[in-house]
């Protein structure tokens, strides 16, 4: 039994190379199209069952009623067994077969939404139940205990889109091709936000986990089909063989390395200084990210008396637009810089403090979705980057599930902050006191990013 459990997981082995040139191309552009747009769908609909929450947060909040202190403790929960499996299940994606890890850990984040939102049925807060313990704080631990068993599974769905995107596109296209299917993130939150918000004014609060759940199991099934593992496991050769062009330095063909996955693991990540960096700065990164994509709505109905549906609206922007902040950060730092990443990730983090201080002091309900949207594009651009394909081309392809798995780890350690930092900030000091908490974070990242390209340049000298 553990056998057969382990061998629908296990990364198929590399088949008989095909020696006929143009069946290998004419599989390349299919597999290609096929790999992206399934790990493009896939992205945007495990959204649904990760940012509904931030959507049902005021209704969810009134109806149980639970403070802003107890609310970023969910959030808190997500993100930290998310932190924590995005590195273990790196790790895991590296050596696993893409077409069975990612649709299955859709699957059961499906079912941890179902459980969350169904406990809620059995448990009224107001109540002395087990060992004497208020209701409340029994359903706030239940509800904590899923919405984090949720995030572990969450966490295995980008390690294996990490995995495909380098192993099916090399490296003088991989900025371009993984900026465009980044914008699955921002697709993904506004077809939550605006999923969740309408099956709320509908159905209520509880809406906004069954129906994205449904949805969810259907595309599970409908990816096993889709996805396929490496190339070489249908008889294709190395990406960068088809295209003739040369790795990087620090990049070694996976048939080629034949060097142990731990020995790879610790020299390309362990032991990089860039490495250890970039993981430092994408907690400020996610501090900003997670406290406007999770607090926004909720800031703009008590902070600016705006409706649920306006405020949804208003974070949509942030989202949609967005994904042009991820484009552009991707195809400059290709096109322009020649793959030097760290100058835009300055630029677009000095523009993100200016966007925050304008939203925080702006008086105009309609200038909201233009101030909405430049945070989203700004913040969009240094997550691409810095813990996505600057951590992919800092260490060694054979372990690029591993290194996104990494900076994960530490994005995800400034979800945390972000989550309990934002609704400790708000109890404590008001709204402006949490917008200011994001443009901290920014203006570390800065200083960090200004100190990486430091010692870029002068190993570059």
Known sequence: MVNKFWDFFKEPPAVEPIQDEEKVKKMYSHFRWRIFYSSFIAYVVYHLCRKNLAVALPSMGADLNLSNTELGLLGASLYLFYGVGKFVNGMLADRSNVRTFLPTALILSAVCNLLFVVSTLFITPGHVTFLGLPSGTVLLWILAFFWGANGWFQSMGFPPVAKSLSYWFSNSERGTKWSLWSTSHQ????????????????????????????????????????????????????????????????????????????????????????????????????????????????????????????ASSKLSSLALIGAFGAIGAGVISDKVYKGNRTPINIVFLICLVFSLIAFMNNTNSSLDFVYAAMIGMFTAGPQLLIGGICAVESSSKKVASASIGFTGVFGYLGAVLSSTG??????KFGWNGAIAFWIFSAVVCIVLCVAMWIIQARRAK
């Not at 294709?236 to 063989?241: G, R, T």
């Not at 990540?269 to 406290?291: D, K, Q, T």
């Not at 934002?422 to 109890?427: E, L």
């Open 187 to 310: 697709i993904g939150v506004f077809a939550a936000v605006m999923l969740s918000g309408f099956v709320i004014e509908k159905f209520g609060w509880q809406a906004a986990f069954y129906v994205p759940s449904l949805i969810c199991i259907v595309t599970g099934l409908w990816l096993y089909d889709r996805l396929r593992d490496k190339p070489q496991s249908l008889g294709l050769p190395d990406i960068e063989k088809y295209n003739n062009e040369p790795e990087k330095p620090n990049q070694t063909n996976d048939d080629d390395d034949k060097r142990p996955y731990l020995q790879v693991f610790k020299e390309s990540i362990l032991c990089n200084p860039i490495m250890w960096m970039l993981a430092i700065s994408y907690i400020f990164v996610y501090i900003v990210r997670f406290g406007t994509e999770d607090w926004l709505v909720k800031y703009l109905v008590e902070a600016k008396a705006n409706s649920l549906t306006l």
């Open 422 to 427: 934002t609704g400790f900030m708000v109890d």
